[in-house]
């Protein structure tokens, strides 16, 4: 008896691309709906990037949650990544989840985002950051760039652009670093960019 092909899932958000973004963070892919607490990126509530966005830019790592609910606050978060210039993605717009769940483990890439598409959109962009590794590889494996140590960067070219391509711890908190080590790291990055 022959089991049935995984089915594959196209991206369940459009790209996130405020006018005047300079820079764009790329995730892997969204966890399975059953896990959002928002209807936005990074929506796992397990998941801590915007407890990282909160401690580095607020002081809290609570200010874009609502802790009593156990979800974060989508139009804070929005408003948030807009005023910043922070425009959101990921490197797959579609995928097999070989497990069911939500780990870049057990992702299949069945077709990476071309990322040209998006930068066409995001004139200002200056730098790329992909927030885990399979982001990493994935972004890599499209356009033959170097991947930077976890907290570095190197130079990414896509087309006719040149970008800082900065590679930042996960955010998952299977990621085995402190929250604080890791909003170091990123606070550094926005520090380089004159995000902060």
């Known amino acids: 008896m022959t089991s049935s092909p995984i089915p594959t899932e196209s991206?369940?958000?459009?790209?996130?691309?405020?006018?005047?973004?300079?820079?764009?963070?790329?995730?892997?892919?969204?966890?399975?709906?059953?896990?959002?607490?928002?209807d936005f990126f990074y929506p796992n509530w397990?998941?801590?990037m915007w407890r990282l966005m909160g401690l580095i830019f607020y002081g809290d790592r609570d200010h874009f949650a609502d802790t009593a609910r156990k979800r974060f606050r989508h139009d804070a978060v929005e408003a948030f990544a807009r005023e910043r210039g922070i425009a959101l993605y990921?490197?797959?717009?579609?995928?097999?989840r070989l497990a069911g769940n939500a780990s870049d483990k057990f992702l299949?890439?069945?077709?990476?985002?071309?990322?040209?598409?998006?930068?066409?959109?995001?004139?200002?962009?200056?730098?790329?950051?992909?927030?885990?590794q399979k982001a990493t590889d994935t972004l890599c494996l499209g356009y033959g760039a170097t991947a930077p140590k976890v907290g570095g960067s190197t130079e990414l070219s896509v087309g006719e652009r040149r970008l800082r391509f900065y590679r930042m711890p996960s955010s998952s908190r299977?990621?085995?670093?402190?929250?604080e080590r890791k909003a170091e790291a990123y606070r550094r990055m926005f520090a380089e960019l004159d995000m902060l």
Not at 90 to 96: G, K, L, N, Q, W
């Open 174 to 179: 299977a990621y085995p670093m402190a929250l």
């Open 90 to 96: 990921d490197t797959a717009s579609e995928v097999r």
């Open 11 to 38: 991206h369940p958000l459009r790209p996130f691309l405020p006018p005047g973004a300079r820079l764009l963070m790329l995730g892997s892919f969204p966890p399975p709906r059953a896990r959002w607490s928002m």
């Open 46 to 48: 397990l998941n801590d």
């Open 108 to 132: 299949e890439v069945v077709r990476p985002t071309d990322l040209g598409q998006l930068l066409d959109r995001l004139p200002a962009c200056r730098a790329v950051v992909t927030t885990g």
